[in-house]
């Protein structure tokens, strides 16, 4: 007799006997027939595809890819279509229709691809999960403040509400409506859920107190697009509770274009409760970063993913350069109930670790992901930025690091003095650096800076060394 399982209740024992079975014939059936890279590279390393018959062979079998693998070369822009599944003989399956694509950290923008398939297989079943684990339904009304583009955070929550009969109000951020006016189109449709990137999050909610625009309904906020440490989670609930919103909870979502999916957090008010992963569509381990071998549970180390089914662009055992402290949990998620590897929300950029040399002497590795966590975490900081730059615009001078801020003023904070000074012992303590100098701005004028109105994604951390 065959058992059935709800998706977020699958024993863990049953989750392993899925995915083998998954991803055997996906590798077997697919993968190895109709993915031009994947088809070429398997030929050239001499890897048979029915050498792989469960999870275990295909890590120990399957070659990793890399972000620069599947990107767009200044001689070859047409890299991102070796990795589109083409099957001629099943055309509508196999035929692209709508893109997303990389947010730019590349010199040119990778697009990833969807078919009719994947939309219904993949992103509607996908932003329907969602949906469910973050408890959106159709008594809601969400504020989506994502910026308008061709990137997975806008359309998974356009696709995480309208088709889904959630009434979802698609605002396309700051650049596209202006803050202001998506202040006053939640304030007038009483607006339950805010989703928008964490630093944007918190500049709607300080916009909609100053003008007196009060979001007291709103009982979520989800983010995504950059990471949400608890200070930021503090702040983002302290400003709702000023308004009168009534227990409001917080979730983040892990998401990067060549999933072309994301896993979320379940709701809470005070704990970081993991991203929770759909087991039955996805792969998701852990590596040591350095020798690219797999880790325990809870281990710390680097994210691979695969997925087990798909059409369009498709990634296989791909590294995606993300750390995450707590590694992955086998066990049912304490506040949901859920039976799925949980992902630690502690997950930092590895690419945002810079070598500066801020002494004549040598270099210091710095872990630039620490000021998410230094900076919201003190009181009298409304906003923030880091520029790094050379001494004298010198390629060959010494580093500097400057931190700019916008400082909160009344009684009940310490003057400016005190608050540098502390920030400054901060910094030396986690970080084991000195900034070059802490500047104090207006507000109005640090989030012009951060490009709140005008960018896709704060501009939080420059580096504005030249190009050696």
Known sequence: MTVSYKWDKIPFHKQKEIQDKQIKGFVQNKISRYHPYYKKLMKEKNIDPYDINSVDDFIKLFPFTYKKDVAPKPDNP?????????????????????????????????????????????????????????????????????????????????????????????????????????????????????????GYSLHVLRTAQASEKYLDRIRLVFTGG?????????????????????????????????????????????????????????????????????????????????????????VMNYRTGDYVEGGIRYEKCPFCGRTVPIIDSLISRVSEQKSLNLTKIKGTLVDLNNFYSILPDIPEVEEWQIVLKKENDDPFGRDELHVHTALKKSRKYRNQRKVIKDLEERIVEVMEIRPTEIHVSTLDRLTKALGMETQLKELRIMDLRPKM
């Open 78 to 198: 047409f890299v991102p279509m070796e990795f589109v599944m083409l099957d001629p003989a099943n055309r509508m399956d196999y035929h692209p229709i709508f893109m997303i694509s990389t947010t730019g950290r590349t010199a040119l923008n990778t697009p990833f691809w969807y078919t009719k398939w994947d939309m219904e297989h993949i992103l509607k079943k996908n932003t329907a999960r969602m949906a469910e684990i973050l408890g959106i339904t159709p008594k809601d009304v969400v504020i989506n403040a994502f910026p308008f583009a061709p990137h997975l955070a806008f359309w998974a929550a356009y696709y995480m509400t309208t088709p889904h009969g959630i009434t979802g109000i698609h605002t396309g951020g700051g650049k596209i409506m202006g803050t202001q006016r998506i202040v006053d189109t939640a304030f007038a449709t009483k607006g339950t859920v805010l989703i928008a990137v964490p």
């Open 226 to 314: 950059d990471r949400l440490p608890k200070p930021y989670r503090n702040k983002i609930l302290k400003m709702l509770g000023e308004m009168g919103a009534p227990d409001p909870a917080i979730s983040a979502a892990y998401g990067f274009t060549e999933a072309r999916m994301a896993p979320v957090e379940c709701p809470h008010q005070t704990e970081m409760t993991g991203y929770h992963t759909s087991p039955d569509m996805e792969l998701w381990y852990v590596i040591d970063p350095d020798t690219g071998e797999r880790v325990g549970p809870e281990e710390p180390g680097e994210l691979v993913w695969t997925p087990f089914q798909g059409r369009g662009t498709v």
